[in-house]
């Protein structure tokens, strides 16, 4: 079993930036990939961005692209979200997810573990 915590949401201005941390801990982590996804309210979860262990492939949502960013710290087992220019629609609750092997992971049906999630709100 692979545990993930996420943490960093809360309340920001339009504009303004936050960043997410999902931080995955149990069963020894190799050859993985993981990856945001977000659900706003009365809306579906939608892809949001993902990286592999290595950074080999990483690609995030045209949606997103020139606000968000992913990275990670494979030494923690870590991946973040930083989101900058937020806006209103950004509202959700976002989730990270995680999944053994390396590919182009883009669908929630590809991630076998699941964080919580985290709130993050954008007011006007």
């Known amino acids: 079993q692979v545990q993930l915590v996420e943490s960093g949401g809360g309340l920001v201005q339009a504009g303004g930036s936050l960043r997410l941390s999902c931080a995955a801990s149990?069963?020894?982590?190799?050859?993985?990939?993981m990856g945001w996804f977000r659900q706003g309210p009365g809306k579906s979860r939608e892809f949001v961005a993902t990286?592999?262990?290595?950074?080999?492939?990483?690609y995030v949502a045209v949606s997103v692209r020139n606000r968000f960013t992913i990275s990670r710290d494979s030494a923690k087992n870590t991946v973040y979200l930083q989101m900058d220019s937020l806006k209103p629609e950004d509202t959700a609750v976002y989730y990270c997810?995680?999944?053994?092997?390396?590919?182009?992971?883009?669908?929630?049906?590809?991630?076998?573990?699941w964080g919580q999630g985290t709130q993050v709100t954008v007011s006007s």
């Open positions: 997810a995680v999944r053994f092997g390396v590919n182009w992971y883009l669908s929630e049906n590809d991630y076998e573990y």
């Open positions: 149990g069963r020894t982590l190799s050859s993985y990939t």
């Open positions: 990286q592999s262990w290595d950074g080999v492939i990483t």
